[in-house]
């Protein structure tokens, strides 16, 4: 399997930010096709307690790059990826990785 | 279920890196106490074709952080965390996250 991992800055206002994406965003990822499966949360801390890079990670399994790029590529995954703008103030950073 | 993620910076010897994690890291994760599961891989590149933060990702997930703390305290999880500093040569950032 691959994954499309989410890495989210801190947002500029953290309450609006879990708000929408509780709200909106998840709705719009469960409807990505070819979507095996969907893990997102917030970052707690580190363990030396140092300050985290990233406030919010998820991620979206797939079988395959393949059908990654199909389920980003439809219609669907481009109003979850056009979504990310009009919440991710303190931005995104994307990475595909094995799993 | 919370997860400890562990994202490496490139290595400056790609292929040794690969071969320790594979022969000598995972061993020492996979004896972890309250490891709940286990996943970690190669970034492949990033949606937009810009460069990745990042050169590998591994995560560790836990039932709670009470159980990743005891886990990654354990002796089991001390010998793993001290592996790291053996072939993390690009670096490695932890993070505690939701899952």
């Not at 469960?30 to 979507?35: A, G, R, Y």
């Not at 949360?41 to 030396?48: A, N, R, S, V």
Request: aromatic share 10%; net charge negative.
């Amino acid at each position: 399997m691959v994954k499309l991992v989410v890495a989210y800055g801190a947002p500029e206002d953290s309450a609006a930010f879990d708000a929408h994406y509780a709200s909106t965003h998840v709705p719009l990822v469960e409807k990505i096709p070819n979507l095996r499966r969907f893990e997102a949360g917030k970052i707690l801390g580190t363990p030396d307690g140092s300050a985290a890079p990233f406030y919010w990670l998820a991620e979206l399994w797939f079988d395959s790059v393949e059908e990654l790029q199909a389920g980003m590529g439809s219609s669907e995954g481009q109003a979850a990826g056009a979504d990310v703008a009009t919440f991710a103030s303190g931005g995104a950073t994307l990475m595909i990785a094995e799993a």
